[in-house]
């Protein structure tokens, strides 16, 4: 906790101090600084306070990664033990330590059959990056360094370092960056309410992104295409779910060419879908996963790369890897993810997400928000929805200025104590995975109220 003289500061102090000082990511300095920023100052399990007093309802789980609620003393007391006994090593130089070798152990008993490796870093950004540099290893340890492009699909979030920027199909993000990566191309995205055309059955359109896939290969050579990156449901995106038809048929095409299929674990891991990893939800076999975020519930930085034994066992065999972060694998970041992991699996909390908090909230969501004029349509499962805002619902009619109506109704979670993300025209809920039955009317009922005020202001 911070020092008496500096808590007793007013938000207005606090928010002059921001402006002059910090530079916040993705956001608008200018805009941002006139407006003066929401001051958080404390939070216990699904609620933020901010420095007005007001308590709020998260219903993202921070960025989608506080999976087990805020103000656990688990890990807090597995962060201060491991701080006293053993603050900091590195894993260079043929040195480990015992929270790094017991993380990656249960993690390769959580994980599905043949994960067996796990990298570490500090976020999924560096996972990414660190996906990269493996499949690169993995083609050249098997003599094939020609296997060099990945493919990955526009508006897809894969973070936000040169190489995460570059994976993800973000194009606001490109712009803004003195060069992309190589050898990295784009697909579309299985969007079908944002996208298709009308009498396109979802199923037919999920064969058919699919095949662009297929037809992408084809064009650059089966022989120079190493891997294809997907979430298996897209977070930042807007939280969008394939229709069932896709992933199937994305394994089909990755085993008929023999390309490696990484799926970014980053937000769908440790959960969120109730699935231990959303991989499982939709039934596809990944060969590297990228994973951050739930791995320690955001209370310290800690991403990973889970590397199936097809593709670490070659690069093992073929010696030196030349990579690595100072703080790859940090004792006290490994025995946080320890005790996150206890809480998620020995205290039930994913078998609740699937067997009764996920069902209960995505039900009482369609039934607050179904008959709403302006929901087109929600995703989800598990503990994580998107809710299309649209002008018409039949035939499908997307707003034309969408941004700005996701902004109407973020303004109106503001002023309601409700964190919803807007994405565009589609507004998300992402909550702690131990959000309660109470918890979630609570939240189901601010939403349909911010979304009701919405469609209001529109006329
Ligand atoms: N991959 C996915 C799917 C993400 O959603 C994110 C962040 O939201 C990242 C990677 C990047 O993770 P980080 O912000 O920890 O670098």
Redesign the pocket.
């Known amino acids: 906790m911070l020092n008496m003289q500096t808590t007793q500061r007013t938000t207005q102090e606090w928010q002059q101090l921001d402006a002059a000082h910090h530079m916040h990511p993705f956001s608008d300095m200018g805009s941002l600084n006139k407006a003066g920023s929401r001051v958080i100052t404390r939070a216990k399990g699904v609620y933020l306070w901010d420095s007005n007093g007001n308590k709020i309802i998260d219903g993202m789980a921070g960025?989608?990664c506080v999976n087990v609620g805020y103000g656990r003393q688990e890990l807090a007391d597995a962060a201060r033990d491991q701080m006293l006994e053993l603050p900091y090593y590195n894993t260079f130089f043929k040195t480990t330590h015992p929270p790094v070798i017991e993380l990656s152990q249960q993690l390769s008993e959580l994980t599905p059959d043949g994960f067996n490796h796990f990298f570490y870093c500090?976020?999924?950004?560096?996972?990414?990056d660190t996906v990269l540099r493996i499949v690169h290893q993995y083609w050249a340890a098997l003599g094939k360094p020609q296997r060099k492009v990945v493919i990955s699909r526009i508006n897809?979030?894969?973070?936000?370092?040169i190489a995460?920027a570059s994976l993800?199909g973000m194009g606001y993000m490109h712009e803004q960056m003195p060069s992309k990566v190589e050898n990295i191309v784009h697909i579309h995205q299985p969007y079908w309410y944002g996208e298709a055309a009308e009498g396109v059955t979802p199923e037919a359109f999920g064969k058919a992104r699919a095949a662009e896939l297929e037809a992408k290969i084809l064009e650059l050579g089966a022989d120079n295409v190493a891997a294809f990156i997907g979430?298996p449901f897209?977070?930042?995106g807007g939280v969008i779910f394939p229709p069932e038809s896709y992933w199937p048929e994305i394994q089909r095409i990755c085993d008929k060419y023999g390309i490696l299929l990484v799926a970014?674990?980053?937000?769908?891991g440790f959960g969120r879908t109730g699935e231990w990893f959303a991989h499982q939800h939709f039934g596809f076999k990944p060969d590297i996963m990228?994973l951050?975020?739930g791995l320690t519930s955001g209370y310290v930085?800690m991403?990973a790369v889970a590397i199936h034994d097809k593709v670490a066992l070659p690069i093992i065999e073929a010696g030196d890897f030349n990579h690595g972060m100072t703080y790859s694998g940090h004792p006290v970041a490994a025995a946080v993810a320890l005790a996150n992991i206890a809480i998620l699996r020995d205290g039930g909390v994913v078998d609740q997400v699937k067997n009764e908090t996920g069902p209960y909230f995505q039900k009482s969501l369609r039934e607050a928000l179904s008959s709403s004029p302006i929901i087109g349509e929600i995703h989800g499962t598990g503990l994580v929805a998107g809710m299309q805002l649209c002008e018409e619902k039949n035939p499908r009619k997307r707003f034309a200025n969408g941004g700005d109506v996701g902004l109407i109704c973020r303004d109106h979670c503001f002023g309601n104590n409700l964190i919803m993300r807007a994405t565009g025209d589609r507004m998300l809920l992402s909550p702690p995975l131990v959000i309660s039955r109470t918890e979630i009317d609570e939240l189901v009922d601010k939403a349909a109220r911010c979304i009701a005020l919405t469609a209001k202001d529109l006329g």
């Open positions: 960025l989608w500090n976020s999924g950004s560096e996972g990414n897809g979030y894969h973070g936000s370092t995460g993800g979430e897209q977070g930042a970014d674990e980053v937000i769908g990228t951050a975020k930085p991403g």
